[in-house]
C-alpha cells in the first residue's frame, strides 16, 4: 500500500529532533499549569517541585500523578488552563458512576484533537476520494465529534450517523457508497451480522477501512469484523481526559499503535507501587499533554494497561507505539484472587468460533466468588441434542480454564439473545459490587 501520512514532517520527525521539541514543550508547559491552576500549585507544592526543577524529560518524574479522583475533586472549572471565554466546547467521559468528568477545549485544543483523528484516518488510507461513515456517538461523548473533525480535516465525505438506528446506517451506508466506518468494534460486529441478514455477502459492501476503538477488542474480533465486512480494520485510542480518540492509532502495519508523541508524552507505570517501567514491561499508561490549552492535564494515571514499543516501524513514523490497551485497572475482576480480563475471556470464545456476545456475571455465594459466562452460540451451532450442548460447555470451561487458571460456568445462549450494544458494549455484571 501507498505510505500516506498528514503530516509527513511531524510524524516521522527524527527521535533526537522529536525529544528536543517534547522537552521545550514539557518545561513551557509546566511552567504554564503552575502559573495558571492553584489546583496544580498546590499538588506540585505539596510534592516539593517547582517549575525550574523540569530541565530534562527525565525529570518528569518529579512530578506528581493525576488521578480520575483528582479530576471529580476539581470538578467543574477546577483545573481549567484556560480563561472560560476562550473556550469554545466541553465533552465528557462516559463514567457511569459519580460524578462525569468534563473536558475543555479551546479552538486551538479542537484543532490538535481532530488533526490527531485526521492522521489516524490517513494511517488507515483514507483520503478526500472517501465517503466516512461516523456511527460513534455524538454528543458527549467524543466518538463522534473527533472522527467527524478528522474527516473534515482530510476533506472527505463525511456521513454524521451517531450510533444506533442500525436500519438506517445499512441504508446510508448501500446508497451513498460508504468506504469508510467509525465506530466501536462491538457495533462493527453488530453491523456486520445486521447486513449479512439483510442479504448482503461482504463482497457486496463498499466498505473498504474501519476505524474501531473506544474500549478493548483482540485480534480475533478485528479477524471476524475484517471477514464479516470485507474491510481492514484499524485501532485507534484516547480518552476524553486528554482530548479523544486519536491520542494513538494504528498504521499499515497494524501492529501497535503510534502515539502522537509531539502533543502527548507517554509513561507506562507499576499501577501498585507508581515506578516508570523501561519500554517492554507490561503496566498502567500515564499521560502528560504538551500543548493542550484549557485542559492540560500532567501526568495523568489512564488507568489503560499497556505496553510502549519504541522499536522502528516500517511505516516511516517515529513515533512510540503502544500494544492495543488489554483493560482497565478498574475492569480488572479479582476473582477467587486471580486477576481476570474480560478481554481474555473473549478471545477464548471467539478463537473457539463463539460470536462476541457474550455477558460475564460475578458474584459471591457462601464467600466465595463464582464466575458464570453466558454465551451465545450461531445459528449453525445450535442444537436440541443436549449431548451436543454438554458437550460444547465443557470444551469451552477447558479452554477458560486454561486461560485463567480458574473454572467458570458456561451457559450456552440461544443466537441473539445476548442484547446488542451500539456504543461501548456493557459485557461485566459484578453482583459483588452492588451488596
Ligand atoms: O472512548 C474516546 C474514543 C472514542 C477512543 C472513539 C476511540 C474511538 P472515553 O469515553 O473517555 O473516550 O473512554 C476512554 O476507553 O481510557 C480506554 O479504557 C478505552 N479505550 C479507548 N480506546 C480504546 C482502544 C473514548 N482502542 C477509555 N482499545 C480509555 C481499548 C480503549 N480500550
Redesign the pocket.
Known sequence: MKKRYFLPDVECIDREELARMQTEKLKKQVRHVYEAVPFYRRKMDDAGVVPDDIRTLGDIVKLPFLSKADLRDAYPFGLLGAPLADCVRIQS??GTTGKRVVAFYTQKDIDLWEECCARALTAAGVSREDVIQVS?GYGL???GA??HGGAHKVGALTLPMSSGNTERQINFMMDLGATVLCCTPSYAAYLGEALREHGYEPEDIPLKAGIF?????SETMRREIEQALGIKAY???????IS??GVAFECAEQNGMHLCCDHFLAEVIDPDSGRVLPPGERGELVLTCLDKEAFPLLRYR???ITVLDPSPCPCGRTHLRMR??MG?TDDMLIIRGVNVFPSQIETVLLEMGYPPHYRIVVDRVNHTDTLDVDVEMTAGMFSDRIKDLTEREAALTRALRDMLGITAKVHLVAPKSVERSEG?AVRVIDRRKLV
Not at 485501532?235 to 481526559?241: A, F, K, N
Open positions: 467521559t462516559s460513534y461523548f467524543t466518538g473527533g472522527l476503538g473506544a474500549e478493548p477488542w485501532d485507534i485510542y484516547g480518552l476524553t481526559e479523544g480518540p489512564t488507568r489503560d492495543r490497551p482497565r461501548k
